[in-house]
């Protein structure tokens, strides 16, 4: 007796279904990688414009004042509506991104303010700012890319190197914060533990991982690493 086929095979077997989506997850897993690097270079290129901002602006305050925005550090630093005491980054809005005022001694030792009508560094977006929940007072830190606070230190004058280590350099502190990436070796371009603009100042961001604890104790140096300041050339990220 003969059996013949009276058409062709349809559909496909189990091997090469389990092909095709070794496939499509390969291709998927790789486009999500590639989409994650290209946002995250952005975000760098984002913050690196920020920082030359924040660098033109403090260039037009010391024209106006003849010094750098105060830190809060070198010296108490209150909001100009007073009690609540301000430093680092939360400097940086109060001097540059609100309207500016220039306090100055005038004849017979009168203590004369000028007020102008806008401040000195325009176009600040308030996804550019991080605010204290609930305060409805105009304080405010400039953030990088990535939403985290900025960090400034003034450096004019002797003794003027103030490390920002502790959580509290910020309006709503964090439960992290690592060590001054300008005392670890890996980081500083000038002698770590100093100040790497002497004379003038320091700006920086954390990167993409901000204040986020490492995962292991190898991994500090790596995210020491992802440091953006304004003392590094320009296209460089970390040494």
């Keep these: 007796m003969t059996i013949s086929a009276t058409g062709d095979r349809g559909g496909f077997t189990l091997l090469e279904i389990l092909v095709v989506i070794s496939l499509m997850t390969f291709l998927v897993t790789a486009l999500v990688a590639l989409t994650l690097n290209l946002s995250h270079r952005a975000y760098e290129a984002s913050t690196r414009t920020l920082l030359d901002r924040i660098d033109l602006s403090i260039d037009k305050y010391k024209d106006l004042t003849g010094f750098c925005p105060p830190d809060g550090f070198d010296a108490p630093v209150t909001t100009r509506e007073g009690g609540l005491e301000i430093r680092s980054a939360a400097c940086l809005y109060e001097f540059l991104g609100r309207p500016l005022q220039v306090i100055k001694q005038g004849a017979g030792g009168k203590v004369v303010v000028e007020r102008y009508d806008s401040p000195v560094m325009r ?6 700012l991080v605010r204290v ?43 992290y914060h690592g060590p001054d990436p300008r005392d670890v070796p890996v980081v500083a371009v000038a002698e770590a533990g100093t100040g790497q603009n002497p004379g003038r100042y320091d ?24 440091t953006i300041g304004n003392w590094q050339p320009p296209g460089k990220k970390g040494p």
């Design 133 to 175: 929940p609930g305060d409805s007072a105009d304080v405010a830190e400039i953030t990088d890319a990535w939403g985290g606070p900025l960090h400034y230190d003034r450096l004019e004058g002797d003794d003027s190197y103030s490390p920002q280590n502790t959580p509290d350099v910020h309006l709503v502190p964090p439960e």
């Design 203 to 226: 700006v920086w961001s954390h990167g993409r991982h901000g204040h986020e604890a490492p995962e292991r104790e190898e991994d500090a140096a790596a995210l020491l690493r992802e």
């Design 123 to 128: 176009g600040l977006k308030e996804s550019e």
